[in-house]
């Protein structure tokens, strides 16, 4: 290490127990950006003589990033006392945040059920189901809550067992956003165990959830967000499919010509179509399947030949590229990725960005692959796949959904106005206009589109 970094190690302590918060707290977020080994072993000294000063910004930077176990569950105490005006409860309320997001703490010390180990299950239990959203957001989205909490989150078990439906719904929308999900900590001696199981659990919510269309669009998005190379291999699928088969949405995709329930279900079949049971692994579907979601299985997963990728881009279109974007083996032959990216997904749009997202997944296990888009689609693509294409298919479908609700409210309004007219006429020229009422009714009906 440079004399001037040791320098500055010697001399930390003396530094930080005179600079002011605003010196503090970007010093505080510099140490916990350290290497975990860095932060492992560390003097807590400091901290402990940093809440002396009993400085908000100061103790919000300790809840944030202090590595302390004994500081950081002294300040989430200290959230929790009764605020004494409305400013004390706005400090309160982002101390007890900022623990909940800490990712020092664990980092520094062997904790296995963070927080849990340090606030209790009683305020975990109070966080999940009667916090503001960003208390449950802090705990939720934290990529170093513990395994087991998410594992129960998607199974619906332990903390979450006994809540609302709505908030549970709320919680696994909001964990969509959680780093752990997409970070698979394989090591030499042992595969990540705790992401396996979480992933598991994420299938098991499919075959679980309830077939409704708010559990459509939260679940469509939880799946949105999942690195593809890194989803569970259920041993079968079948059961899945058809239970959201039931589902009575008439709502259009996001990004093929199927309905949103159709695609939905694509997606599913596309990331699991890679089956695991009785010690084999297996492809499920065929390209000449009867249902779609099938086929996309077979797309998806497949070892596909240049044949068979011009049949089904003939026959499905979108739906076949919505599918086969997520086909590891189509990446690892470069013939057919060209196929793909110059004939068949076609250059700019939505789907172009989402085939990228995936691409770049890819390209962190082989960086040494390369596209054969264009620049400037590829260009197009990055400012796009980072979050606006979900905020495009959420828009037109709440855009959708609204031009139906205000449809059928002017129907309601017409036919509420020609049952008074009608009442009007007779009520003045007797039961001999009854016939042109059911004429003029009759036609007017048509032309609003009531019947």
Known sequence: MPWEEEQERLTQEARLSVASPEEVLPELKRI?????FELMGRDEAMEALLVERGHPLINLGLACYGTSKEVLAALYKHGLEKPADAADERYKRGLRIG?????SVPAAHFVLDFPCQLIGPEEIHRVLAA??????????????VSDELLEELYKRTGAFATLAEERWRRLIYLSRKNERLVTKEDTDDMPDMGHYRIHHAIFHLLETAPVHNHWLHVLYGLLDQLDFLQVAHPETIETVLSRWTKLDDKMEGYFTSLSLKDEFRCLIAALYGRTWSNSKSAVQGSPSAKDAA?????YGNAQLSAQEMKAGYSRDQGVYVFATMYNDNLFSNSKLRKLFEEEQLGWGGD?????LKNFELVRKERPYLESFLPNDVRTEAAATKNGAVDEKAIARAVETAVNKIATKISQQIYIALLVIAGIYLVYHYGLTVLGFLAAAVYMIGHGVGIW
């Open 32 to 36: 916990a950006q350290k290497p975990r």
């Open 99 to 103: 623990c909940l997001s800490n990712r």
């Open 131 to 144: 916090g503001d959203d960003a208390e449950a957001e802090a705990l939720i989205c934290n990529p170093s």
């Open 294 to 298: 099938m086929r996309c299985a077979y």
């Open 351 to 355: 789907l172009s960005a989402r085939y």
